[in-house]
């Protein structure tokens, strides 16, 4: 139960209090006058001026430098796949068989009738032997009979022999001229054997060699050292040359970056302090890493595409290990020039508002001001400014919430964590 002795005393309490809460109110509002009137902090930089390069950028695609496609060259079935999948492989190597007993049995056919055709020619050969020794005997003896036809015919004038013994001698001369032509003719014959059987026989050589060929290409072999691509077609399949590619095979160190420029590009290539074939290229690949090594011009497509008004340009990147692969994309950049005395701020100084861009300038008494600039190439973390700043102005890059236009602010240099930042 509170008494009134209670009460008394709690009424001198709070009149000692009130006076204490004035006092430490009015310490209190002179310190909050003071911060107010204070200039906000922010951070600046010098608009740094020097020599960028000029970079562009295309979208490339990246492709082997030969690619060799392994296709069937006769009809057969696919017997054995002799590769591993995605593996290097050597020129020569053997990387699909074709049945080849069909082929084979042509080979041995073929064999069969080239030995027929020799045996034809040795057969007219001795033919031809012959029928020149029955020309020699033939013309021995008509030398024989013409010499006794020579003799009687003026013993028969002198009756010295008689008439049947000339007419003798007349017929077996005849006799003897009709042997020797009929071995001019045999011999005649033999030639024309022999060259036919060495047609034949040139005729069977073909025959064996387009066997032994047929028979070679049921062994597909790799034309070039590359990567050999999957298996087209399974074991067992029936195959022939009108079916696609059984396998691809890829030379791809170097590996081809192909990419797009525009006409007005290729023509200003010439033009820039670097000329197309000095161009040296960096490759960014699918995941944004940059690849390790750098790249160099190869060559450009004969013609422009009319109907993009594009030419086609090709970068020869080394590719130890064969890490890239055709197929794959990035980005293909090089420095085509280079952009003189050029203006740079941080990128986070400038501000963007519907296509504009502006940045916060400090005069020499910490007075703000917004100019409105033309931003240009982005170098690293910054961007050059092409119009609207000049050297050694300064900018502000953090603290621009409190660097209203006409405010004066209290500039300190951008400290070395903040200025890594965004880079």
């Given amino acids: 139960m509170t008494t009134t002795f209670d009460k008394k005393i709690e009424i001198r309490a709070a009149l000692v209090l009130i006076p204490v809460a004035l006092v430490a109110a009015g310490c209190t509002r002179p310190t909050v006058a003071?911060?107010?009137?204070r200039p906000p902090d922010v951070q600046v930089v010098q608009v740094d001026q020097r020599d960028v390069p000029v970079y562009r950028e295309w979208i490339g695609t990246l492709d082997g430098m030969v690619n060799a496609a392994i296709r069937a060259q006769l009809t057969g079935n696919l017997l054995r796949q002799n590769y591993s999948e995605g593996?290097?492989?050597?020129?020569?190597?053997?990387?699909?068989?074709?049945?080849?007993?069909?082929?084979?049995?042509?080979?041995?056919?073929?064999?069969?009738?080239l030995a027929q055709a020799n045996g034809q020619v040795a057969q007219a050969?001795?033919?031809?032997?012959?029928?020149?020794?029955?020309?020699?005997?033939?013309?021995?003896?008509?030398?024989?009979?013409?010499?006794d036809v020579d003799r009687y015919i003026p013993l028969a004038q002198q009756n010295a022999v008689t008439q049947q013994d000339l007419d003798n001698a007349t017929q077996n001369n005849l006799s003897a001229?009709?042997?020797?032509?009929?071995?001019?003719?045999?011999?005649?014959?033999?030639?024309?054997?022999?060259?036919?059987?060495?047609?034949?026989?040139?005729?069977?050589?073909?025959?064996?060699?387009?066997?032994?060929?047929?028979?070679?290409?049921?062994?597909?072999?790799?034309?070039?050292?590359?990567?050999?691509?999957?298996?087209?077609?399974?074991?067992?399949?029936?195959?022939?040359?009108?079916?696609d590619a059984v396998t691809t095979v890829s030379t791809v160190d170097p590996i081809k970056v192909n990419f797009a420029v525009s006409e007005q590009e290729y023509l200003g290539f010439s033009?820039?302090?670097?000329?197309?074939?000095?161009?040296?290229f960096e490759l960014?690949?699918?995941?944004?890493?940059?690849?390790?090594?750098?790249?160099?011009?190869?060559?450009?497509?004969?013609?422009?595409?009319?109907?993009?008004?594009?030419?086609?340009?090709?970068?020869?990147?080394?590719?130890?290990?064969?890490?890239?692969?055709?197929g794959q994309y990035g980005k293909v950049r090089a420095a085509t020039g280079t952009n003189r005395a050029a203006l740079l701020v941080p990128q986070r100084a400038v501000t963007e508002l519907q296509g504009t861009y502006q940045v916060a300038v400090?005069?020499?008494?910490?007075?703000?001001?917004?100019?409105?600039?033309?931003?240009?190439?982005?170098?690293g973390s910054m961007w050059v400014i092409s119009e609207g700043l000049k050297p050694g102005q300064r900018v502000v890059v953090e603290g621009l919430q409190k660097a209203a236009p006409g405010t004066i602010v209290n500039p300190k240099p951008v400290s070395p964590k903040t200025e890594g930042q965004g880079r």
Avoid: C
């Avoid at 003071?34 to 009137?37: E, I, P």
């Fill in 362 to 379: 400090l005069d020499a008494a910490n007075k703000v001001s917004v100019e409105t600039v033309k931003v240009g190439d982005r170098v």
């Fill in 34 to 37: 003071a911060d107010a009137s």
């Fill in 177 to 243: 001229k009709a042997q020797v032509e009929a071995a001019k003719a045999k011999i005649e014959t033999a030639k024309a054997q022999i060259q036919a059987s060495n047609a034949a026989v040139e005729a069977a050589h073909a025959a064996l060699d387009t066997a032994r060929v047929n028979l070679d290409f049921t062994r597909l072999t790799s034309p070039i050292d590359g990567i050999a691509g999957i298996a087209q077609i399974q074991m067992g399949n029936l195959v022939s040359p009108a079916t």
């Fill in 87 to 113: 593996s290097f492989v050597r020129k020569g190597q053997l990387l699909f068989e074709i049945d080849p007993r069909p082929f084979q049995a042509a080979v041995d056919q073929a064999q069969g009738q």
């Fill in 271 to 280: 033009r820039q302090d670097a000329p197309m074939t000095r161009l040296e």
């Fill in 284 to 326: 960014i690949l699918g995941d944004g890493s940059a690849y390790s090594h750098k790249g160099k011009f190869g060559f450009a497509d004969r013609q422009v595409n009319q109907k993009t008004g594009a030419i086609q340009l090709t970068a020869l990147f080394p590719n130890p290990g064969n890490t890239l692969r055709p």
């Fill in 125 to 147: 050969k001795a033919q031809l032997l012959d029928a020149q020794a029955q020309l020699v005997s033939a013309e021995a003896n008509q030398g024989k009979t013409q010499l």
